[in-house]
Structures are given as C-alpha cells and as structure tokens.
C-alpha cells in the first residue's frame, strides 16, 4: 500500500483532530484497546506493528547492510501530546535493496513498543523515513539503562513539556549518534504503531542497543505521564528475517 506523505505527517506528527472524532490515546476511552472502532486498520489489519520478535521464529537471511548516511542538521522539537518528536531538516538517508529512504522524524516510546524474546526494554526510538514514492520504513532501536546519553539530552534538556508548548529549535542534531555502532538487524513488515496504524511499512529493528540513564528514561515517562506503547500485535503470517 502506498502513502501519500501529507498521510504519513499526519499519522506521525499531528495531535490535532481528524475528521470526525479522530482523538486516540493510550489509556482509557480512546486508549489503544479502542482504535479499531475508529481507525479499522488498528482493529482489523493483519500485518500491525509493534510486534514480538522471538528468536525462535525468526529466519536466517543473507540480509543486506543498512547504508545510514545521517547527516548533522538543525531539527525541531514537539510535543504531539503523545511523544517527544524530532523533525529533521536536511537531507539524512538510509539505503538498502528497497531503495533511498530520507528520515523526516524520529520519536520515542517507553517502554518499547517492539518486544525481544517477550522483553521490552525502557525506551524506544524510531527513525521514520520515506522514499520518493512515499514509502514508509522505520528504524527502530532500543535502549538500556546506563550512561548519560549526550545526544539525546540536546531533545531532552529543553523538551517542550506539554503539547501546548512551544517547539524548541536544536542545533546540530546528530541523529547518528543515536544508533549503535554495529547494525544488524531484524527485518519485517508492518504498520504505523498508532492511528490510523497504516499498513506497508518496512521495519528494521536494530539487534545492538544504546545508553539512556535512568533520569533521562525517567524524565520522558514523566512528560508523557503515561506509557506510550501500543501493546505487540499478532504476527499472523508474517515472517521475521534476521
Ligand atoms: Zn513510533
């Protein structure tokens, strides 16, 4: 399925309403548990996202290496009243045998929204990109707790802290110091994690992880005074290469 991009920046960085109700949340009325009765794909689609990847079920593959060429650039910061998101300027890619895909946003998750062997780790970040078709793919990477993540606290030393805030400009913004250094990978298809949960994206969930100490975990949580994880979806017949 393709997307046309106005699609794709309004399923990622929009917390005005859709036409009719359109209002989601995680928890509650319009929580997770309640988004197919608006958003039918979020009930009824069979290829959804986040998922478990269990390592007994994926299949060894010849995959080929990720090409992340992100470049340092200025970014905006906004509260969407369901995450933390960081709007790249400029031109960061990623390559692989499906093609060029130009990263618009990345965001986050806590606790992660993808599961390994049944374990969520404490924060998730996706890198959502599109090709010139508009094509969907995301890089997903997990965190542990431990260091001080010096790249992620220029998002986090002034993140805007409520959806009425102000979007804060960050200087030199290296996304790629949020990847680790070795980048093998999981690979499968999905959706977007939250409505209207759109189907035909490509995910690619790093194996290696990176560092966040507790307080920047803690402070993203608290922001957010939720959990921002759509719970993991059946995987139906998909397979998972890795
Ligand atoms: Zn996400």
Redo the contacts with the bound molecule.
């Keep these: 399925m393709r997307l046309t991009l106005p699609s794709i920046l309004l399923a ?1 960085t929009s917390f005005t309403t859709l036409a009719g109700d359109g209002h989601w949340e995680y928890t509650g009325k319009h929580g997770t548990a309640h988004w197919g009765e608006e958003f039918a794909l979020c009930g009824n689609g069979v290829n959804q996202s986040p998922i478990d990847i269990s390592a007994s079920k994926t299949i060894e593959a010849d995959l080929p290496s990720l090409v992340i060429n992100y470049q340092e650039s200025n970014a905006i910061s906004i509260n969407n009243g369901h ?1 933390i998101q960081a709007n790249i300027k400029g031109n960061s890619t990623f390559t692989n045998d499906a093609g060029t895909f130009n990263l618009l946003q990345f ?3 806590a606790p992660s ?1 993808n599961t390994i062997n049944g374990k969520h780790f404490p924060l ?3 890198f ?1 990109h599109a090709d010139q078709d508009s094509r969907l793919a ?1 890089i ?1 990477v997990m965190f542990e707790e431990g260091k001080k993540n010096t790249e992620l606290e220029k998002i986090w030393s002034d993140m805007p802290e409520s959806k009425q805030s102000k979007e804060q400009l960050i200087n030199a913004l290296s996304a790629a110091k949020l990847l680790p250094k070795e980048k093998s990978y999981y690979r499968f298809n999905g959706s ?3 409505p209207p949960c759109t189907e035909g994206v490509r995910w690619f969930v790093l194996k290696d992880t990176i560092e966040a100490s507790k307080a920047q975990i803690d402070k993203f949580s608290k922001v957010m005074g939720t959990n921002t994880n759509r719970p993991t979806q059946p995987i139906n017949a998909r397979i998972v290469l890795q």
Aim: glycine share 6%; charged share 15%.
């Design positions: 990622c995450t965001h986050f998750h929204e998730e970040v996706h959502v995301v997903g977007l994690t939250t």
